[in-house]
């Protein structure tokens, strides 16, 4: 089943994410997705994730094609231009992708070319727009397009924005994304279910699918970057004394991540695991969730 | 304004001490009032390189003068004698005044003394800040007067990026978020509907720009370029 239709289908929707390396090394990122093919609808493909300079996505998302992964394209409006951008959209149907994440990207600055001029020129609702106009046959400025793609568009939101503005911003992005095409939505990893909750209920009524994040945390050291470094991740306290209490740290990190899924399920459409090279630990994280 | 800053003293010896005799040549309207180009300082730099001109025998002679700006002619003709009489200027006019020094006296030497940095304002004392980059489309009607284009580190029309923590930038701790800000504006004047408007792309420009008014060019000659 295709994410689209599994989306369609009303079904618990569950994705994955592999982010390409530094190099030409593909095998062990194929292997890992190969690992989780038969539980996910489909596998996000991030694209120079913190900006650090990576093999590409479009690239990699096309090899999962040919395992038979249904990729999630993602697409930053970071690197290129709106030509770019928009030759690398009919590129990546011509190579058989029909999903894209469309993403503003951090600032080449967090990254290591911190010096890379960044493009932005795009962003993530203009980017989302762009995709609607070639999904209808035309290009940004109207000219038109001799075979057409038929993307399936996404978006991100973060539901643990930190104060009002943040949020209130979050939402009316959210709702621009929606309007301008976007038919699902992942977000940036949860840790706190009350404030998933809340989130869930003030986005109640919005037309489309939300797939919660659930980054699996490996160790101390993760939780505590992430408080100090990822905007709206806040890991708490009791989640980092577990992890620091437990023999094995693994374990400890699929019982939370399997509590939070649990908890969480009923409230949105879906889950995104983030599992940062522990693949091969999702499937049992999804058969203790029992989906 | 237009903000700049001063080049260090010893890069400034090292780019004149060849040059023969020398106008340093402030300019009194951008630069004087970012405190780097001003008449006071016109005389401190000049005074600096004459000291390091007697101390390494070097005779040529530094004089000074500063005008009111040196991007208009009307003001560079008041000083056309005296660059006549140099072999070099050395000018502390932003980067369109150098240019237009340099396009009005094409056979003399005309050195910058400060870097240009951007379209800005005085903060508090001694700090100024980067407000507009002159990108030909101004959008702050819709954004409370706020440039997203050049307050945003990633330039953004259409909201918040989502990476903002504590109000800050990604980019870095002691930058605001623009589009919080833009937020807290709008919403303070009720017009937090205008972050609700179809998703917006920007008109770059072709560089170099250029203003043409036909109705102030009645009879003139169009230019060639």
New interface residues.
């Given amino acids: 089943m295709s994410l689209r239709e599994a989306l369609a289908s009303g079904k618990f929707v569950i994705t994955a994410e592999v982010a390409p390396g530094k190099g030409t090394e593909v095998e062990h990122l194929l292997e890992d997705a190969a690992v989780i093919k038969e539980r996910v609808d489909a596998v996000n493909v991030t694209d120079l994730q913190s900006s650090v300079m990576r093999l590409g996505s479009m690239a990699f998302s096309h090899l999962l094609t040919e395992i038979g992964v249904d990729p999630v394209f993602q697409v930053t409006c970071r690197d290129r231009n ?1 030509l770019a951008l928009q030759s690398d959209l009919l590129s990546a149907w011509a190579l058989g992708i029909k999903n894209v994440l469309a993403l ?1 990207g ?2 080449p ?2 990254g290591d070319h911190p010096k890379a001029r ?1 493009v ?7 980017l ?2 762009v995709i609607g106009k070639l999904n209808s046959g035309v290009d ?1 400025v109207g000219n038109e397009l001799k075979g057409t793609p038929d993307f399936l568009a996404g978006a ?3 539901p643990g ?3 009002e ?2 949020m ?3 939402i ?2 959210m ?2 994304k929606i309007e ?1 095409g976007a038919k699902f939505f992942q977000t ?1 990893g949860v840790y706190d279910l009350d404030a998933f909750e809340k989130f869930m209920k003030r986005i109640e009524g919005l037309d489309t699918k939300v797939l919660v994040g659930i980054i699996l945390l490996k160790s101390v050291g993760m939780a505590r970057f992430m408080n100090k470094n990822v ?2 991740v806040f890991v708490p306290e009791p989640f980092v004394q577990e992890i620091k209490a437990a023999e094995d740290k693994a374990q400890a990190s699929k019982d939370i991540a399997v509590r939070l899924i649990k908890g969480m399920k009923d409230l949105c459409d879906g889950v995104h695991i983030m599992a940062l090279g522990w693949e091969s630990k999702i499937p049992a994280i999804l058969d203790e969730v029992g989906i | 304004m237009i903000i700049v800053e001063r080049k260090s003293l010893e890069a400034l010896e090292e780019m004149t001490k060849d040059c023969g005799r020398l106008l340093v040549l402030g300019c009194e309207t951008c630069s004087a009032m970012c405190l780097a180009g001003g008449r006071r300082q016109v005389a401190e730099l000049a005074s600096a390189i004459r000291m390091e001109r007697k101390m390494s025998q070097n005779q040529d002679e530094v004089i000074e003068d500063a005008i009111a700006r040196q991007c208009e002619s009307e003001f560079i003709d008041h000083v056309k004698d005296r660059v006549a009489g140099c072999d070099a200027v050395l000018s502390l006019a932003c980067g369109a005044g150098v240019q237009t020094m340099a396009h009005t006296f094409p056979d003399v030497l005309i050195l910058p003394a400060v870097d240009t940095k951007f379209i800005g304002s005085e903060a508090e004392r001694g700090v100024w800040k980067e407000m507009c980059m002159a990108c030909g489309d101004c959008v702050l009607g819709r954004t409370a007067g706020i440039c997203p284009v050049t307050r945003c580190a990633k330039g953004l029309l259409n909201g918040a990026c989502g990476g903002a923590s504590e109000g800050k930038c990604e980019v870095g701790k002691e930058r605001p978020c623009a589009w919080q800000e833009i937020y807290h504006a709008l919403k303070r004047l009720n017009m937090l509907h205008y972050l609700k408007e179809k998703p917006q792309v920007k008109n770059w420009p072709v560089h170099p720009g250029k203003v043409v008014r036909e109705d102030l060019r009645e009879g003139e000659a169009t230019t060639g370029d």
């Fill in positions: 709106c503003t951090d600032h600055v967090l960044p932005f020129e795009l962003d993530s609702v203009s989302l727009d940004m991100v939101v973060n924005a930190d104060n503005a943040a209130d911003l979050q009316m992005k709702e621009s301008a940036q905007s709206g």
